[in-house]
């Protein structure tokens, strides 16, 4: 299994400026994942983190708002640039064991007032 | 288009008393059904996890079963306790290269009251 924690576990932001979330795993891992929970909805994959290259991002994600680090391979940080009252979600990072098992961090849930 | 749906959006029940949760899916080419427990401000935790050949798994109290063929799946669980208090979310693998391989319910909400 692998134990992920999360920094900071919730903030208040005001709109326009950013926030930087960190996610730290207990073991290497290839690939990690950014995941965005709005109210009442399901997990949406925003990219992939690989150490060495440059994240891939899913469709209505980009760079420039989600940028991401991997500098290591138990490391990642997101940015949410630039922010909206749109941008208020929980946001969970990942991994998983390559065969089924994925395992979540605890999250950071971000309001932008 | 693949999809996850969960069924009821929202459930309370009395602590004792077992509840079944449903969830039915469009993904394909499928891979394999995970259900996972998500308390309020936590990430979500594995319950269950099933491929293709299997019809039914336990978790103590959690038992998971799949119909492959109708897209169906289904948690019970047993003996409700107040810390079963969390949403539930079933997530659906498929078979495709890339990352994004994995399709998530919206979840339902259970609640437990003593």
């Known amino acids: 299994s692998a134990v992920i924690s999360q920094k900071p576990s919730r903030d208040i932001c005001q709109r326009g400026t950013s926030l930087t979330i960190q996610c730290q795993v207990d073991?290497?891992?290839?690939?990690m994942f950014w995941y965005r929970q709005q109210p009442g909805q399901s997990l949406t994959l925003i990219a992939t983190?690989?150490?060495?290259?440059?994240?891939?991002?899913e469709s209505g994600f980009v760079i420039d708002k989600f940028p991401i680090s991997r500098p290591n391979l138990t490391f990642s940080t997101l940015t949410v640039s630039n922010m909206s009252p749109e941008d208020s979600s929980i946001y969970l990072c990942?991994?998983?064991?390559?065969?089924?098992?994925?395992?979540f961090g605890p999250g950071t849930r971000l309001t932008v007032t | 288009k693949n999809q996850v749906e969960q069924s009821p959006q929202s459930l309370i029940i009395l602590e004792g008393k077992n509840c079944t949760l449903q969830?039915?899916?469009?993904?394909?080419?499928?891979?394999?059904l995970r259900w996972y427990k998500q308390d309020t401000g936590r990430g979500p935790v594995s319950l269950t996890i099933?491929?293709?050949?299997?019809n039914t798994k336990s978790n103590g109290r959690y038992t998971a079963t799949l119909d492959a063929d109708t897209k169906q799946s289904s948690l019970h669980i047993t003996a409700s306790q107040l810390s079963d208090s969390a949403s539930y979310i079933c997530?659906?693998?498929?078979?495709?290269?890339?990352?994004?391989?994995?399709?998530f319910g919206t979840g339902t909400r259970l609640t437990v009251i003593p």
């Open positions: 099933m491929t293709f050949s299997e």
């Open positions: 990942s991994v998983d064991n390559g065969v089924y098992e994925q395992y």
């Open positions: 073991s290497q891992v290839t690939m």
């Open positions: 997530v659906v693998s498929a078979f495709q290269t890339g990352a994004n391989n994995l399709f």
């Open positions: 969830c039915n899916y469009t993904v394909s080419p499928f891979s394999n």
């Open positions: 983190a690989n150490q060495g290259s440059e994240a891939t991002y």
